[in-house]
């Protein structure tokens, strides 16, 4: 089972180089279910791969002077921040064990599994419903970051 999680682990790395994007969606259900990590290990060890393969992927548009640093870090420190307090308060405050129904226990490790779910189904709904008001291909979006991306489709979502 682990040489599939290795297998696995290169097709992610190949649609990350492909598309660059996917890579904590493929990566925590391969580490947990293939590879036979925690939830919670999986997670973080998530984090650090795409970390990774976002730092080498970006060293090519580095050189050419194409990475916009304001952004990365309007972006970057939130969720360095988010990261470190959710793995230091909230990761460790929830129990083992949360609740036993009939034959069915909720453990940290489920609930973090179906939270994970959770957040697949709402990412992919929102990249494949349409919407409303996108720009044409002569606009650009309204000023601030979202000129960053020019005719970025997500951007759309922060936009006041």
């Given at each position: 089972m682990e040489i599939l999680?290795?297998?696995?682990a290169l097709f992610?790395?190949?649609s990350l180089g492909l598309t660059g994007s996917g890579g904590s969606i493929l990566t925590v259900p391969i580490l947990v279910y293939l590879i036979g990590l925690n939830p919670v290990m999986a997670t973080a060890y998530s984090?650090?791969?795409?970390g990774l393969t976002s730092l080498v992927g970006s060293f090519k548009f580095y050189r050419k002077k194409l990475v916009n640093f304001k952004t990365a870090l309007v972006f970057g420190i939130p969720s360095l921040l988010t990261v470190l307090l959710t793995r230091t308060f909230i990761?460790?405050?929830i129990p083992a064990h949360i609740l036993s129904v009939g034959g069915f226990t909720l453990t940290k490790d489920v609930l973090l599994l179906l939270l994970f779910a959770v957040l697949m189904v709402a990412a992919s709904f929102s990249m494949i419903r349409k919407r409303?008001?996108?720009?044409?291909?002569?606009?650009?979006?309204?000023?601030?970051?979202?000129q960053c991306w020019g005719k970025a489709s997500w951007w759309g979502w922060f936009q006041v």
């Open positions: 999680g290795y297998v696995a992610i790395g190949l984090l650090f791969v795409v990761i460790p405050a409303k008001g996108k720009t044409g291909e002569g606009q650009t979006l309204a000023s601030g970051f979202g």
